[in-house]
């Protein structure tokens, strides 16, 4: 399974950001806890309707967000 398929984005759901398979716990939650210091066994013993590859799947999510081409105006 390719883990971006885990992220789901429906428009009446935590206003149609990026959630993990469906429940409102959003991307940006996941990658918040990580930030703070949570490791992966925290996160998935504080919810426990994740699964490891739901990790694996914000933080690849995250990853390919910030890769995208720049464009810059010569002066």
Known sequence: MDHLERITIEPGKCG???CIRGFRIR????LDLIAAGA???E???DYPFLE??????A????ARQM???VLTVAA
Not at 59 to 62: I, K, N, S, V, W
């Open 43 to 45: 996160i998935l013993q």
């Open 16 to 18: 149609g950001r990026p």
């Open 67 to 69: 890769d995208h081409t």
């Open 39 to 41: 490791s992966r066994e």
């Open 52 to 57: 490891s590859d739901d990790i694996t799947a």
């Open 59 to 62: 933080l690849t999510y995250a």
């Open 27 to 30: 991307v940006s939650d996941i």
